[in-house]
């Protein structure tokens, strides 16, 4: 197949101002993001369809190693079955194997001619399956990206203003263009929101903040792009099981204790049996709750972000018996919420990040900026920092979320120097995301960024991309217990390495 000049995406500087990132690292983190475009105004019939799709093994064997690798191309084809000429797709790659609750994610190249090349290197013994998914079209990713951009709106809040008991609800986000509009303004992260000017009330008396709905902003001809007909669909293949012979005298064990700044290679680990089995360090369940409550003895552990966050949080309560949670009186899920032990001295918190956020009815007092929150926390011993942010912000052009991150970044440094034995844990982004407007992708986009800026920082980034994407249960934003308690035990182990 020739190969065929390829546009790249690539998104315009953004057009606020940073008082402390440079121009060259804001280009830098453009330039990671890039991503092959597709042509503008294709028909749905030229695009790219899972069903005539297909792929075949690069130099196939009867029987494999484990520990070698395999390479697999895809090619694309159009809803006709005819070759593409272009790449850009999304795909999700990885060897399973059911009957051993056994996964591992694989990587993919795109070779930007209609094919792709996806490479795996096996795990375990035993029959093993190749499953590659379909998540979007190149063409569906264009549509993707320009709305991202174009249309901010897509999604809204609502705000809540209240005086001597006269009452307002209003329309707030990020900007409102043409509108009168209240504006809200934090000098320190450079953040700007604004909302509807209320007909009766002062801008002074905004109380509540709280999801708002979403905006259909897709043609009709768009729409058919997103299809769940489309979306998240297996590449058939006539390809059966593959044999794995297990590795003489070989071992699987890691020796390289879970700490800060290690590398997170693909694969970063697998599935076997439903427990993780990191590849970066030596990594260990927690399956007694006494020996979770031994490990957090002493400490202190914030958690800021979503509400993928809060499912850790959720299950430590829900997990160790003595770990009781304080009532706060606030509504559970944007919370914050606090809960300790008093008999091993120590305390989990997770705090929602500052708007957007889209959850239930809270108090705008309630939704601080995680950097403001760090510049707050002193030099106390035995502190634990986890942090995660990127869903809220899929919706709006990158440079929101660089500059959240920026300020973030910074935060982490400044803690670092005056609290140098604080351990920072960064959450990745979770596959799986299912909404109107959100998508693997868009996710793929910002954490790329993320890995991308805290890349020079002695913090832990807990791949949790792989984990939710590889394992046996369908993806889902928010996943089911069994994954969550292995992110949770892998959050353990850098947090007391053996």
Not at 156 to 177: A, Q, S
Not at 331 to 340: D, E, K, R, T
Not at 392 to 416: C, D, K, M, N, S
Not at 455 to 463: A, E, Q, R, Y
Request: net charge neutral; charged share 20%; proline share 6%.
């Amino acid at each position: 197949m020739d190969s065929h000049p390829v546009a790249l995406i690539s998104t315009s500087t953004p057009t606020f101002t940073f008082t402390s990132l440079c121009n060259e690292e804001l280009n830098n983190l453009l330039k990671i993001i890039e991503w092959p475009l597709a042509p503008a105004n294709v028909s749905l019939e030229l695009s790219t369809h899972p069903k005539t799709s297909n792929f075949f093994i690069i130099n196939p064997q009867t029987t494999y190693m484990v520990g070698e690798s395999l390479r697999v191309l895809i090619i694309a084809k159009d809803h006709k079955g005819r070759l593409k000429n272009y790449g850009g797709d999304l795909f999700h790659v990885k060897l399973h194997s059911p009957s051993l609750k056994a996964g591992v994610s694989g990587s993919v190249k795109d070779n930007y001619n209609g094919s792709y090349t996806a490479t795996f290197i096996f795990q375990w013994p035993g029959e093993t399956m190749i499953s590659i998914r379909l998540m979007h079209s190149s063409e569906a990713i264009r549509i993707l990206y320009e709305k991202r951009d174009e249309r901010p709106d897509k999604v809204f809040f609502k705000g809540y203003f209240e005086k001597n008991g006269t009452r307002e609800v209003v329309e707030c986000n990020f900007d409102l263009p043409g509108q009168d509009v209240c504006e809200y303004y934090d000098q320190r992260n450079e953040e700007k929101w604004v909302c509807q000017r209320p007909k009766r009330l002062p801008c002074h008396s905004y109380r509540d903040h709280s999801s708002g709905g979403n905006r259909k902003i897709l043609t009709q001809e768009e729409e058919q792009f997103f299809s769940m007909s489309l979306i998240d669909k297996e590449i058939p293949s006539s390809i059966g099981p593959l044999n794995v012979l297990p590795l003489k005298n070989a071992t699987n064990d890691i020796k390289v204790a879970c700490i800060p700044g290690l590398t997170s290679p693909i694969p970063a680990g697998f599935y076997y049996q439903d427990v993780w089995k990191s590849l970066v360090c030596s990594n260990e369940p927690f399956d007694d709750h006494t020996k979770a409550a031994k490990c957090l003895a002493g400490k202190m552990v914030y958690m800021f972000g979503d509400s993928t966050l809060r499912q850790w949080w959720e299950y430590l309560v829900n997990f160790i018996p003595a770990l009781k949670e304080i009532n706060l009186h606030v509504v559970h899920n944007p919370g914050p919420l606090l809960a300790s032990d008093a008999e091993l001295n120590y305390l989990v918190q997770w705090r929602a990040h500052q708007k957007p956020l889209r959850m239930e009815r809270t108090g705008v007092h309630e939704l601080h900026y995680i950097a403001s929150e760090l510049d707050g926390l002193g030099s106390r011993k035995g502190m634990i920092i986890v942090l995660t942010c990127w869903s809220h912000f899929l919706t709006y052009p990158v440079g929101l979320y660089i500059r959240r991150l920026h300020h973030i970044r910074e935060a982490v440094v400044r803690l670092l120097e005056r609290s140098p034995e604080t351990k920072i844990l960064i959450k990745s982004a979770n596959t799986g995301y299912r909404f109107d407007h959100g998508s693997d992708w868009l996710s793929l986009q910002l954490d790329t960024l993320m890995r991308a800026m805290f890349s020079k920082l002695p913090v832990t980034i807990l791949d949790v991309w792989q984990m939710t994407t590889c394992h046996r249960e369908p993806e889902n934003l928010h996943p089911p217990k069994i994954i969550i308690k292995n992110e949770v035990d892998l959050m353990l182990s850098f947090i007391c390495p053996q």
